[in-house]
């Protein structure tokens, strides 16, 4: 089935530090999502993002938290700064239709853990 | 407040028996219904949609939605060790809005 890659799987980092969190989508997805999920627990909306734009964004979206998709290429989540309650596993999610009608399936990558140090 | 409740947290089943698993969406506007599963180590996937009242099947896995209370369970018929998963509810809203939203998850075990 279509597949989503994360890059990297494991990100170790100091507080404070920048980190980029890397998303392949399915190629000819259109929507993108980020969610957090701490200890294998519950998953987290953090945003989508539709045409350069950010469509909707949970609390847990703080103004640390920024994403992009320049040309194309790559979904990115950048933290800048990280703190410790970043910690956690984020996976990225594509779609190829938003969810207005509830129509559509969200397919997931693997996730890239974020241990903030 | 939250939007999606699942029952019970963890369930053991032994294999080839039955496994229900319960959800309730405490938002009339998130009444689009689907359930996920996640194998330890990876992503979500998704397993089936349901959006009517009603039954709906796919291979060993039966879904049932009641609108008017907003809950929705999943079977899983014959079930095996590889059905071992985190599986979870998850609602979308009936108009506006794009964020797909988890339920609490529930952890199904199926013993040999």
């Known amino acids: 089935g279509p597949k989503v890659l994360q890059i990297p799987s494991h990100q170790i980092i100091d507080m404070g530090q920048m980190v980029t969190l890397n998303c392949d989508p399915v190629?000819?997805?259109?929507?993108f999502y980020w969610y957090k999920q701490i200890l294998g627990q519950q998953m987290e909306f953090l945003v989508n993002f539709y045409n350069g734009k950010v469509m909707e964004k949970s609390k847990l979206f703080k103004d640390q938290f920024s994403v992009e998709r320049p040309d194309g290429s790559y979904f990115t989540l950048k933290i800048q700064p990280t703190a410790l309650e970043d910690s956690a596993v984020y996976f990225c999610?594509?779609?190829?239709?938003?969810w207005g009608g509830g129509q559509n399936t969200l397919y997931f990558g693997a996730g890239t853990r974020l241990s903030v140090l | 407040q939250q939007k999606v409740q699942q029952s019970p947290e963890s369930l053991s089943v032994p294999e080839g028996g039955m496994a229900s698993l319960n959800c309730t969406s405490s938002d009339r506007n998130f009444q689009y219904f689907w359930w996920y599963r996640q194998h330890s180590g990876e992503g979500p996937k998704a397993l089936m949609?349901?959006?009517?009242?009603g039954d709906k099947k796919e291979g060993r896995f039966t879904a049932h939605l009641n609108k008017a209370s907003l809950h929705v369970s999943l079977h899983i018929r014959d079930s095996q060790p590889s059905d071992s998963a985190l599986y979870f509810c998850a609602v979308s809203p009936y108009q506006g809005g794009r964020a797909l939203i988890f339920g609490t998850g529930t952890t199904v075990s199926v013993s040999p």
């Open positions: 999610a594509s779609s190829l239709r938003d």
């Open positions: 949609s349901i959006f009517s009242d």
């Open positions: 190629s000819n997805h259109l929507y």
